[in-house]
């Protein structure tokens, strides 16, 4: 089964930039989506399609995806993007939704 | 405004069985796709079952498949998900969420709050 995996936590300074990877084998030719989690609440799509931001997302928040990683780029970050990011992909050859395992970003 | 409630989550056995319901408003419900996701306690988000908008293709995790049985019924705008044989590694809070279309099943740009099923003796 294809696995997607992440860095378990990333630690970010307010207003530097936080990258979150998604390891999978051949992920370039996937379309990879990112949700952001905060405590107690449901999740939230950030990024669709590895680079597309859905109404209401700021620019902070983009995409990209080459070969084996897709890369969750927060720019400028805020004390409230403190939260857990998924990426997701659909696995054609199973028919599958996979979810990484989650990356937990922390805002020093 | 899409609004997805979820419903039917509780404590149960070992063995039992408990359906969930996913009531939406605010959209074209029989239009798109739907899904269900799961999260255990302090853990991720694990993706449980998906189902095209017309029932035409459904989806399962390995984990469930063969327990549990997603379905819909576009005329009441709701979404099902019919868990038999639970296992205590069931126990999670269970999002429904709406794909992107008919029949592609991510993103899901709109998710319910969750309802929380707890398998224990």
């Known amino acids: 089964s294809y696995v997607l995996t992440q860095p378990p936590s990333v630690s970010v300074a307010p207003g530097q930039t936080a990258r979150i990877t998604c390891g999978g084998n051949?992920?370039?030719?996937?379309?990879v989506h990112w949700y952001q989690q905060k405590p107690g609440q449901a999740p939230v799509l950030v990024v669709y399609?590895?680079?597309d931001r859905p109404s209401g997302i700021p620019e902070r928040f983009s995409g990209s995806n080459s070969g084996n990683t897709a890369t969750l780029t927060i720019s400028r970050v805020e004390a409230g993007d403190e939260a857990d990011y998924y990426c997701?992909?659909?696995?054609?050859?199973?028919?599958?939704?996979?979810f990484g395992g989650g990356t937990k970003l922390t805002v020093l | 405004e899409v609004q997805l409630v979820e419903s039917g989550g509780g404590l149960v056995k070992p063995g039992g069985s408990l359906r969930l319901s996913c009531a939406a408003s605010?959209?074209?419900?029989?239009?798109?796709?739907m899904n269900w996701v799961r999260q255990a306690p302090g853990k991720g988000l694990e993706w449980v079952s998906s189902?095209?908008?017309?029932?035409?293709?459904?989806y399962y995790a390995d984990s469930v498949k063969g327990r549990f049985t997603i379905s819909r019924d576009n005329a009441k705008n709701s979404l099902y998900l019919q868990m038999n044989s639970l296992r205590a590694e069931d126990t999670a809070v269970y999002y429904c969420?709406?794909?992107?279309?008919?029949?592609?099943?991510?993103?899901?740009?709109?998710w319910g709050q969750g309802t929380l099923v707890t398998v224990s003796s």
């Open positions: 969420a709406r794909g992107q279309g008919a029949i592609v099943v991510v993103p899901a740009a709109d």
């Open positions: 605010g959209f074209t419900f029989s239009s798109y796709s």
């Open positions: 189902i095209s908008s017309s029932s035409s293709y459904i």
């Open positions: 051949n992920i370039g030719s996937k379309s």
């Open positions: 399609d590895d680079s």
């Open positions: 997701q992909v659909w696995d054609s050859s199973s028919d599958r939704v996979v």
